[in-house]
């Protein structure tokens, strides 16, 4: 991922990445350096055994989202 991704990406609680040929949950982000905190799966896991990557190392995985329609557009359709 470029830094310029990185910086216009919708960050959500549910980001999966690949790093290294490996899947990794995003359990952290320091947006000032880029930099994803991973761990291998979408548990608990002490901030000493998170792993930091540069967003260059990473390769995003898509997820589906689910918009919701807003209230004004709900209101319209009573």
Known sequence: MKRFEFDNLEHHAN???IHQG?????ISVCFPEALFGLVP???????????????ESVELIKNEVIIFPRKQILETLK
């Open 22 to 26: 490996k899947k990794y949950y995003v």
């Open 41 to 55: 799966q979408k548990e608990d896991y002490p901030a000493d055994e998170w792993s930091w990557v540069r967003c």
């Open 15 to 17: 980001m999966w990445v």
